[in-house]
Every structure is written in structure tokens, then in C-alpha cells.
């Protein structure tokens, strides 16, 4: 039976009816969303903590419950992934944590799920198909390409699996034993799609995506990355997707028994579809390879906004400049809402707070500064000012008053509803994938890999960063200005190579998996460059109207005109010849 929070749609009327109805009663629904958490979370520890004496109504809870981070929050979570399981932040058991990036310590985030918490995401992704059909009609005649992975999961103390939100998605029935819907044809079997071994995973998704080319109608990944990931796996084994399509075979790699398994109702000899493959893919030039490949593709599903955004000409390139669909806008901590005009530029994209997916607060952001206050007051959903940034703080069934760390632009209002531009992640400087690395994380990082430069007299002066993205998979580069006291002694090459491996040692557990487990992030690069180039940075930032007495060397840089700069005064350039380590059975990491 379902939840009474996911209800029935008959037809895409019912569904745009419902997002009318709650977004035209957003006051209300938010009104009625936290009074359900409050009355049915009464007697867990926490809220007793501060004295709420069964209060549903937000002036009570505003002026007892604190806004909190995850570090307030994490001795209680610690206990529940311990084993205890009394009530001490939800009345319904904690069934899962899902995992997220960037805690103080660099390593994961673990979030409390309860079971309906799934059935509010499945609520969400219920929503997207039908809004996408006013705007690109058809879509039911034809298939999906989208390459969905699983990643690693464990278990904490108590017994409770540790995933990321998608993870626990794809695992779950609701995925995995879905009914047929037109709409949401996958060329990609379920098989393919659970299997954790990434290269296997993609080599089936791929080959069935080749199989189903005439039919795919829309291609995507969660992150933009993802899908460049795809093309770039394309470019290097479409030879061998050749041969197997060109004879039936599957590839020994692929050695998972279910894969193999599932397989077998689709391989089949097709000689003139590997021919059209091989024309294509041995072509030196791959502009509009998606196009090619797949000629009746609409576009793109993908997240473009935020670090995303850097793969936008990259993502044109491939597809000759297909549509990049951003449906929705979630977190391993709650999915919060939905693009209304799916098919507008990335840049434009906004996305609608569903007032029914939690109750919504919004801490004000300093314009000057882009930093938020504990002593400002917290702002309704519907009482939010268009043009003003803000910081989502969220109340959930197991969190309350939480901080999410994701700073939104608000650009309009649905009904009353307000439409939200991701701006940026608080405090991350880099990302290449699911990683995000903190202005700390990479200070620490340097100053670990600074320590070998002490037996050759030499410091490290200045350093600045960005992340590059014009290879595949993307990766980090570290700038750094050196002081040699002695030119005779001189770090050696070896030793700058051992500094790239030490810094993505000292890197947190997310890119380290992304380097060893997923390899959707390259070798961290090391360019040193010539003395005297952070003062040039320096002077090119005052010709440009900063001020001598405020300025400060970015500690990652993305405007065109300073990484050419930069560039163009390295004088050498070193990465590791070595993996970071990652290992979770051995580390005993809780890892996405």
C-alpha cells in the first residue's frame, strides 16, 4: 500500500494539477509539513532536548530549535550507527544513513533515511516525465540512454548500510521492480546498471545503447561528467563493441554472471550496425559524435548548473549542440524540487521548490561577503525576495533546522512558490565529479606535501588552483611558487612526483574513490611556475580594480585571462606516478 505522501496520478493532468495545487498552497503545505515532523517526532531525544512540550506551530519551534550543521548533529548520528536504536532523532527507525562529502574532517557526511523517504523521492522523479512532455511531445515512442552506476556501500557498527541516495535508489524495489512505463524505457537492463564493477558496467550499458541506437531518443547521466566519461569509454573500446555487436559475443571482461545472464536476450550478430559504429567512432574528428551515433537523440539529461557548468562547450562539442536537460535539484539530505522549463538554457535553469518535500528555511547570505550569520533571522519558503541569495536549511523527518551548505539565487515564483538558482556549495573551491574539495582540505593537503621540501631548504611561496576539465576524466592542478635557498639543491623530480601523490593522499575519501574505485578524476597535476608570478597575479587583479589592502591570492582560480598567466609561466610540471590510496574493507571508510 502507499504512503499517503505519494499519491496516485491517473495521467499527466493529475500530475501538473497537483504541482499547481501545492505550489499555489505553499504557506499552507509548509505549515501542515512541519507540524506532521513535529507531532510525530515529539518524544524522540532531540526535540525533548529543547523543551518543545509537543508544540507543532513555527513560532515555537523557531525560537527553540537551533539551526545546526552537521557537526552539531553527528554525536547523535554516531550513536544510531553505533546500534542504539532508541528514538533520538525520528520515531520511525533509521533504516539506512546515505553518505555525503565534506565533513570538517574531509570524509563523509552520514544522513539518516528513514523507509518513506523513498517513497518522497519517488514522488519527485513521478513529476519530471510529465512537466518534460508539455515541451517535447513523443518521448514515449522511443527509449532512454542513460548510464546509471552503484557505487560501494558498507555497513556502520550497529548493522545499518552506509550509500549514497542514488545507490540505495537503484537498489531498492521501487527501481529495480518498477512497472512498465512508456516514458521510461532504459536501454540499460537492471543488471548492468547494479553491477558494481564500474568498467563492466559501462562496457554493457554501452553496448546496449549501441544495439538500441535508432531508438534512443534522450542520453544522460546524473553529472555532466558522467556523460563525458561515456564518450570517452566509447573512444576507447568502440573497436571491441564492434566486435561484439559485429559477432553476438560479449567481450571476456565482462565476466558478471548476471550481466551474462541478461545479455543473452540482447547480443545478436549485426554487421552492417557495427559498420555504421566503426565509420563513425574511427573518424579523426568526433564533433557531433552523440548526433552521429545516436541520430534521433533530443537531448541531453544532465546536471549543467553549478561546477557542472565547466563541461557546457565540451558537452556541445560531442552533441552538436543538443539541448542539456537539468530536471531536478536533490541531495543525499532531501529532494527539494523541479525544472518547470526543462528546455531553457543551462544559465536560466531554475528550479521550483516542492513545498510538500520538507519544511524549507533560508538563512539570508551577506552580498558583499557571499557569508551567511547565525544571527540573522531565517526566512520562510514564501517569504524569500527575488534577486537575494540564501542558504538552505532544511527540517526533515530525522534532521531539524539543518544547514545543507548550498547557496541559492532566488530568480521568480511559481504560484508562490519561489524558482531557485544553484549558485555554488559553500566553502568548495574544487570538483571535478561527486569530490569536493575545501579551501582547508587543499591547505592541509599542501602543507603535507610541503614537509618533503624541507630536506632541500625550499618553501613553498604562494599556490592557487582550478580545476581542469578539458581532458577526460577531469583533474585537479595544484600551482605552486617555490623558494630554493640553494639552486644547487634543487627538489628533485622524484620528489615533486612524491608531493602529487601526498597531496591526494591527504584528499578526502570522495576523490580518493574517484581516483581509485571510479576513475572519473585524473592524476592530480603539480605546475611550478617562475618566481615572481603570484606578484604578477597580483598586479593584474589591481589593473582590474582591487583594492592593494584587501586583496588575497585565490586559492582556486577559473577566470580565463589568470590561468593563461599562470600557464604561461610554468616552468615545470609533474604528476603522480601512483594511486592515492582507497581502500574500504581495509580503512574501514564509509564511503558513496
Same mark, same amino acid.
Given at each position: 500500500? +502507499?504512503?499517503? *505522501?505519494?499519491? +496516485? ?43 518543545? +512540550? ?13 539551526? @545546526? ?32 562529502? %565534506? ?32 515541451? !517535447?511531445?513523443? &518521448?514515449?515512442?522511443?527509449?532512454? &540512454? ?30 529495480? $521492480? ?13 543488471? #548492468? ?32 561528467? %558522467? ?13 571491441? &563493441? ?54 534521433? $537523440?533530443?537531448?541531453?539529461? @544532465? ?5 557542472? +557548468?565547466? =563541461? ?15 530536471? !531536478?535539484?536533490?541531495?543525499?539530505? *532531501? ?49 524569500? /525576495?527575488? %534577486? ?9 523527518? #530525522? ?39 575545501? /579551501?582547508?582540505?587543499?591547505?592541509? #593537503? ?82 611550478? @611556475? ?5 606578484? *604578477? ?13 584587501? =586583496?588575497?591570492?585565490?586559492? *582556486? ?8 598567466? &599562470? ?26
Amino acid at each position: 500500500m +502507499a504512503h499517503k *505522501c505519494l499519491p +496516485a496520478f491517473e495521467d499527466d493532468a493529475a500530475v501538473i494539477q497537483f504541482i499547481e495545487d501545492v505550489t499555489a498552497n505553499a504557506d499552507a503545505v509548509q505549515t501542515n509539513v512541519l507540524a506532521e515532523i513535529l507531532r510525530r517526532n515529539a518524544e524522540t531525544e532531540y526535540l525533548q532536548l529543547y523543551s518543545l +512540550a509537543g508544540a507543532t506551530d513555527r513560532a515555537t519551534f523557531k525560537s527553540k530549535i537551533p539551526v @545546526v550543521t552537521y557537526e552539531d548533529l553527528e554525536p547523535f548520528i554516531q550513536r544510531i550507527a553505533n546500534g542504539d536504536r532508541s528514538p533520538i532523532l525520528s520515531a520511525h527507525p533509521i533504516s539506512e544513513f546515505l553518505t555525503s562529502s %565534506g565533513t570538517s574532517a574531509g570524509e563523509r557526511k552520514l544522513m539518516p533515511a528513514i523507509n518513506e523517504d523513498l517513497d518522497r523521492r519517488q514522488l519527485l522523479y513521478s513529476l519530471l516525465m510529465p512537466v518534460m512532455n508539455m515541451y !517535447m511531445p513523443g &518521448l514515449d515512442k522511443g527509449k532512454a &540512454l542513460y548510464f546509471l552506476f552503484v557505487k560501494s556501500e558498507t555497513k556502520t557498527p550497529g548493522g545499518l548500510l552506509a550509500r549514497p541516495v542514488l545507490t540505495s535508489y537503484y537498489k531498492s524495489d521501487r527501481f529495480k $521492480a518498477r512497472p512498465y512505463d512508456p516514458y521510461n524505457v532504459y536501454t540499460s537492463p537492471n543488471e #548492468a546498471i547494479l553491477c558494481p564493477d564500474s568498467f563492466q558496467s559501462m562496457y554493457a550499458q554501452m553496448l546496449c545503447g549501441l544495439y538500441d541506437r535508432e531508438q534512443v531518443l534522450r542520453i544522460g547521466a546524473i553529472f555532466a561528467s %558522467g556523460l563525458l566519461r561515456a564518450i570517452r569509454f566509447l573512444h576507447l573500446y568502440w573497436k571491441e &563493441l564492434c566486435q561484439d555487436i559485429r559477432t553476438g559475443t560479449l567481450d571476456k571482461r565482462v565476466s558478471d554472471p548476471d550481466i551474462q545472464q541478461c545479455m543473452v536476450q540482447i547480443l545478436r550478430p549485426d554487421h552492417a550496425l557495427a559498420n555504421v559504429i566503426e565509420s563513425e567512432c574511427s573518424k579523426e574528428n568526433w564533433e557531433g559524435i552523440i548526433t552521429r551515433i545516436w541520430p534521433n $537523440a533530443k537531448y541531453l539529461e @544532465v546536471i549543467v548548473t553549478g561546477a557542472m +557548468a565547466q =563541461y557546457i562547450p565540451t558537452l556541445d562539442y560531442y552533441s552538436g549542440g543538443l539541448p542539456k536537460v537539468c530536471t !531536478m535539484y536533490a541531495s543525499s539530505e *532531501c529532494y527539494f524540487g523541479i525544472n518547470l522549463n526543462p528546455l531553457c538554457e543551462p544559465s536560466e535553469v531554475s528550479y521550483t521548490i516542492m513545498p510538500n518535500m520538507a519544511y524549507f528555511e533560508f538563512l539570508p547570505c551577506d552580498p558583499h561577503s557571499g557569508s551567511t550569520s547565525n544571527n540573522v533571522s531565517l526566512v520562510d519558503l514564501v517569504n524569500v /525576495e527575488i %534577486g537575494k541569495e540564501y542558504e538552505l536549511v532544511i527540517t526533515t523527518y #530525522a534532521l531539524y533546522r539543518y544547514r545543507v551548505g548550498d547557496i541559492l539565487r532566488v530568480t521568480g515564483f511559481h504560484n508562490s512558490a519561489p524558482k531557485f538558482q544553484f549558485v555554488r556549495r559553500k566553502g568548495v573551491l574544487l570538483s571535478i565529479d561527486s569530490d569536493k574539495t575545501t /579551501e582547508p582540505e587543499l591547505q592541509s #593537503a599542501i602543507d603535507n606535501a610541503s614537509k618533503l621540501l624541507n630536506r632541500f631548504d625550499t618553501n613553498v611561496v604562494e599556490y592557487t588552483s582550478y580545476a581542469d576539465t578539458r581532458s577526460i576524466p577531469g583533474h585537479y592542478v595544484i600551482f605552486w611558487e617555490l623558494l630554493v635557498k640553494n639552486p644547487a639543491n634543487y627538489p628533485t623530480d622524484e620528489v615533486l612526483e612524491q608531493c602529487c601523490l601526498v597531496m591526494e593522499e591527504s584528499l578526502n575519501s570522495v576523490y580518493r574513490q574517484g581516483r581509485v574505485e571510479c576513475k572519473s578524476i585524473g592524476p592530480l597535476e603539480l605546475r611550478v @611556475v617562475k618566481n615572481g608570478t603570484f606578484e *604578477c597575479l597580483m598586479d593584474h587583479a589591481l589593473s582590474r580594480g582591487a583594492s592593494i589592502n584587501q =586583496y588575497k591570492v585565490p586559492r *582556486c582560480v577559473s577566470y580565463t585571462p589568470i590561468m593563461e598567466l &599562470l600557464d604561461s609561466r610554468v616552468v615545470a610540471s609533474y604528476v603522480s606516478r601512483s594511486l592515492p590510496q582507497w581502500n574500504q574493507k581495509a580503512t574501514g571508510e564509509v564511503v558513496v
